[in-house]
């Protein structure tokens, strides 16, 4: 992650401690400048952290950030020159809309009426245009977190830092503000980090996605990237793909074979992991066949549906293997206590060397 | 549903007795003899006569609890956002510990410890001189209207302060972070952003403070000299050299008056702002 001098944000081997407990165990990260970033990780992974150290809430321990070159890490937060969104929308509820929109304007010492005029044009720009008198204690909160959104922007920052921004928000105004930010950062041109906990967030804005796990990058890559080629079980798992199952794969021919614990077997010519492994899958790569089919680079499991549960457009079920549940979905409808086969294409598992993991349904 | 409310006058009449005899007859009673005259008719020549005399102690009390008042604010502003706003971590807890002491020492001691601390051979005059600071010649005693002020707003400063960091510390911590954020310094935040958030905490405890002070007799009396004094040692000495309740009535009247101002100013703003939320 060695990054030029041209990167809009260079984090270089990041630490941070709270009391005497490390939080961030020397974190590297390069955002090219333009570049919307999310960090995606469970609550305490460290994702908050880094974004506040960033922002200069939180006193680093070590490492260097460096903003266009300029290395801020000592830099008190209000000489950084950046632009934050908070969860809480953080506004001065004692102010107006203009008043809010308008502070960054007034620290740099523009005039009333610039103020005015700058401030009614980030307002068109999201919509609000004539609640610039408006106290801020009596908007929505979708029209809360615009203002927000439009005080950060007012200031023409060239990098955005949000802070899960949308999670108060209910599930259409979020989905609506989502892709208002996207193509806001698309036109304006700033540079952006998005911390969230939220992964088809993270998928839907972000050039680039980065995992965060226990203080630590687990991976860093576009959307697609991260989604289909995990690197580690962490993010498999934390991309969606719970399901877990012990296999066997042992080098057969030009390919491998690769064996389930009750005997299935299939062979194989991809590149996996030889020996004893755990593959990772999600629900949507599995699917329903006859428990006797045979399908080339298919593992076939039989077993039993247990539960099937309707979320729109397609069947969930839950399928007993032995003393194992997965998860799977599909299009038909099936009755329960049927015996079926769980048919797993290899080429669409996650394949990881075994460690102490066991099998069944991985929450 | 008589008899639970007939229980429940039951339950508080002997509040309400004790407020009646202890706070209200009294009350009544020295507001109808300031406007009593020894005759029985209703006058103001009691009022003249406070006047006549105190006129220059009434404008004494009021200088003295408006100065000792807005340097009240002017620290607790200060101390509180400190300990909201300070990234020294050893100041704050120095600061947060230290603070709160004056509250659990009684006016009466903190007037004895002025006498000694700021008289002419007193410990500041004596450190300054021993530090080198001042020579002994230069040294004047502070044990007149500059005494009472600076007891009082020792007294008087933990207690805002202390409301005063609570409303602080209750805050949205984002909203002050957003202020940094866009490049305000951090007084900028303290003033701008934080302080009107609190306005309402710090009006309350001005008043209270402000009421306090009006009604301390140890302080004026034992730290500064008799003329010009406060309202209340007047009062003490209406009563106690010449038995004279008429006058010190009127005087009394006249210190609620002023500090039912404070109040009135208080409930104005505090009622603007319920119509305005």
Same mark, same amino acid.
């Given at each position: 992650?060695?990054? &030029?001098?041209?990167?809009?944000?260079?984090?270089?081997?990041?630490?941070?401690?709270?009391?005497?407990?490390?939080?961030?165990?020397?974190?590297?990260?390069?955002?090219?400048?333009?570049?919307?970033?999310?960090?995606?990780?469970?609550?305490?992974?460290?994702?908050?952290?880094?974004?506040? %150290?960033?922002?200069?809430?939180?006193?680093?321990?070590?490492?260097?950030?460096?903003?266009?070159?300029?290395?801020?890490?000592? %830099?008190?937060?209000?000489?950084?020159?950046?632009?934050?969104?908070?969860?809480?929308?953080?506004?001065?509820?004692?102010?107006?809309?203009?008043?809010?929109?308008?502070?960054?304007?007034?620290?740099?010492?523009?005039?009333?009426?610039?103020?005015?005029?700058?401030?009614?044009?980030?307002?068109?720009?999201?919509?609000?245009?004539?609640?610039?008198?408006?106290?801020? %204690?009596?908007?929505?909160?979708?029209?809360?977190?615009?203002?927000?959104?439009?005080?950060?922007?007012?200031?023409?920052?060239?990098?955005?830092?949000?802070?899960?921004?949308?999670?108060?928000?209910?599930?259409?105004?979020?989905?609506?503000?989502?892709?208002?930010?996207?193509?806001?950062?698309?036109?304006?041109?700033?540079?952006?980090?998005?911390?969230?906990?939220?992964?088809?967030?993270?998928? %839907?804005?972000?050039?680039?996605?980065?995992?965060?796990?226990?203080?630590?990058?687990?991976?860093?890559?576009? &959307?697609?990237?991260?989604?289909?080629?995990?690197?580690?079980?962490?993010?498999?798992?934390?991309?969606?793909?719970?399901?877990?199952?012990?296999?066997?794969?042992?080098?057969?021919?030009?390919?491998?074979?690769?064996?389930?614990?009750?005997?299935?077997?299939?062979?194989?010519?991809? &590149?996996?992991?030889?020996? &004893?492994?755990?593959?990772?899958?999600?629900?949507?790569?599995?699917?329903?066949?006859?428990?006797?089919?045979?399908?080339?680079?298919?593992?076939?499991?039989?077993?039993?549906?247990?539960?099937?549960?309707?979320?729109?457009?397609?069947?969930?079920?839950?399928?007993?293997?032995?003393?194992?549940?997965?998860?799977?979905?599909?299009?038909?409808?099936?009755?329960?206590?049927?015996?079926?086969?769980?048919?797993?294409?290899?080429?669409?598992?996650?394949?990881?060397?075994?460690?102490?993991?066991?099998?069944?349904?991985?929450? | 549903?008589?008899?639970?409310?007939?229980?429940?006058?039951?339950?508080?009449?002997?509040?309400?007795?004790?407020?009646?005899?202890?706070?209200?007859?009294?009350?009544?009673?020295?507001?109808? $003899?300031?406007?009593?005259?020894?005759?029985?008719?209703?006058?103001?020549?009691?009022?003249?006569?406070?006047?006549?005399?105190?006129?220059?102690?009434?404008?004494?009390?009021?200088?003295?609890?408006?100065?000792?008042?807005?340097?009240?604010?002017?620290?607790?502003?200060?101390?509180?956002? @400190?300990?909201?706003?300070?990234?020294?971590?050893?100041?704050?807890?120095?600061?947060?510990?230290?603070?709160?002491?004056?509250?659990?020492?009684?006016?009466?001691?903190? $007037?004895?410890?002025?006498?000694?601390?700021?008289?002419?051979?007193?410990?500041?005059?004596?450190?300054?001189?021993?530090?080198?600071?001042?020579?002994?010649?230069?040294?004047?005693?502070?044990?007149?209207?500059?005494?009472? @002020?600076?007891?009082?707003?020792?007294?008087?400063?933990?207690?805002?302060?202390?409301?005063?960091?609570?409303?602080? $510390?209750?805050?949205?911590?984002?909203?002050?972070?957003?202020?940094?954020?866009?490049?305000?310094?951090?007084?900028?935040?303290?003033?701008?952003?934080?302080?009107?958030?609190?306005?309402?905490?710090?009006?309350?405890?001005?008043?209270?403070?402000?009421?306090?002070?009006?009604?301390?007799?140890?302080?004026?009396?034992?730290?500064?000299?008799?003329?010009?004094?406060?309202?209340?040692?007047?009062?003490?000495?209406?009563?106690?050299?010449?038995?004279?309740?008429?006058?010190?009535?009127?005087?009394?009247?006249?210190?609620?008056?002023?500090?039912?101002?404070?109040?009135? @100013?208080?409930?104005?703003?505090?009622?603007?702002?319920?119509?305005? $939320?």
């Amino acid at each position: 992650m060695d990054s &030029p001098v041209s990167a809009a944000i260079d984090v270089d081997h990041l630490q941070v401690n709270y009391g005497s407990q490390r939080v961030l165990h020397g974190v590297s990260l390069s955002v090219s400048p333009g570049e919307f970033i999310a960090i995606l990780g469970s609550s305490g992974c460290g994702k908050t952290t880094l974004l506040r %150290t960033i922002a200069g809430f939180q006193k680093a321990a070590g490492g260097a950030i460096r903003l266009f070159g300029r290395d801020v890490v000592n %830099t008190p937060p209000e000489k950084r020159g950046m632009a934050m969104m908070f969860q809480s929308y953080a506004l001065w509820p004692h102010m107006t809309v203009l008043g809010n929109v308008g502070y960054g304007l007034r620290l740099r010492g523009l005039s009333k009426d610039e103020i005015r005029s700058r401030v009614a044009a980030v307002l068109k720009m999201l919509n609000l245009s004539g609640l610039e008198d408006r106290k801020v %204690t009596n908007l929505s909160g979708g029209q809360r977190q615009r203002v927000a959104l439009g005080r950060a922007l007012a200031i023409e920052p060239r990098i955005l830092l949000l802070d899960e921004p949308l999670s108060n928000l209910d599930a259409k105004v979020r989905i609506q503000l989502r892709s208002e930010i996207k193509a806001l950062q698309s036109r304006l041109g700033f540079t952006a980090i998005h911390v969230t906990h939220d992964r088809e967030e993270a998928m %839907t804005m972000a050039d680039r996605i980065v995992v965060m796990d226990a203080g630590r990058i687990a991976q860093v890559g576009a &959307p697609k990237e991260v989604y289909d080629h995990p690197n580690s079980p962490f993010v498999a798992s934390f991309m969606g793909a719970e399901n877990t199952l012990d296999l066997d794969v042992r080098p057969a021919g030009a390919g491998v074979e690769v064996r389930a614990g009750d005997g299935s077997a299939a062979s194989y010519g991809g &590149p996996v992991p030889v020996g &004893p492994v755990t593959a990772y899958f999600r629900d949507d790569n599995a699917s329903l066949d006859d428990p006797q089919a045979r399908v080339d680079g298919a593992i076939v499991l039989p077993g039993t549906i247990t539960q099937r549960t309707y979320p729109g457009g397609h069947y969930r079920y839950v399928i007993a293997v032995g003393d194992r549940h997965f998860t799977v979905t599909d299009d038909r409808y099936h009755e329960l206590d049927r015996p079926v086969g769980l048919r797993l294409p290899l080429a669409s598992l996650h394949l990881f060397p075994q460690t102490q993991t066991s099998g069944g349904f991985h929450a | 549903m008589a008899k639970p409310s007939l229980l429940g006058l039951l339950l508080v009449a002997p509040a309400l007795a004790m407020i009646g005899a202890l706070f209200l007859y009294p009350l009544g009673f020295s507001l109808a $003899a300031a406007f009593t005259e020894p005759g029985g008719g209703l006058s103001l020549m009691h009022f003249q006569k406070a006047y006549e005399l105190y006129s220059t102690d009434i404008l004494f009390t009021l200088f003295i609890v408006v100065v000792s008042t807005l340097l009240t604010a002017l620290f607790s502003i200060a101390i509180a956002g @400190i300990l909201t706003l300070g990234e020294t971590p050893w100041l704050v807890a120095a600061l947060r510990a230290l603070y709160r002491w004056p509250l659990f020492i009684p006016f009466i001691v903190a $007037a004895q410890c002025m006498r000694t601390f700021l008289a002419k051979n007193g410990l500041m005059n004596n450190s300054f001189v021993a530090l080198g600071l001042m020579e002994p010649l230069q040294a004047t005693s502070l044990l007149d209207w500059r005494g009472i @002020i600076i007891t009082f707003v020792w007294k008087q400063v933990p207690f805002v302060t202390l409301m005063l960091a609570g409303a602080m $510390a209750s805050i949205d911590r984002a909203t002050i972070e957003a202020g940094r954020n866009l490049g305000a310094s951090r007084i900028r935040v303290l003033l701008e952003l934080v302080l009107p958030q609190v306005g309402q905490t710090l009006l309350v405890g001005l008043v209270l403070s402000f009421v306090t002070m009006l009604s301390v007799l140890s302080v004026p009396m034992m730290v500064a000299g008799s003329q010009p004094t406060m309202l209340t040692v007047d009062m003490a000495f209406r009563i106690n050299s010449y038995g004279d309740y008429a006058t010190a009535n009127a005087l009394g009247v006249i210190s609620y008056a002023i500090a039912g101002t404070v109040a009135w @100013i208080y409930l104005r703003h505090s009622v603007k702002r319920e119509v305005q $939320a």
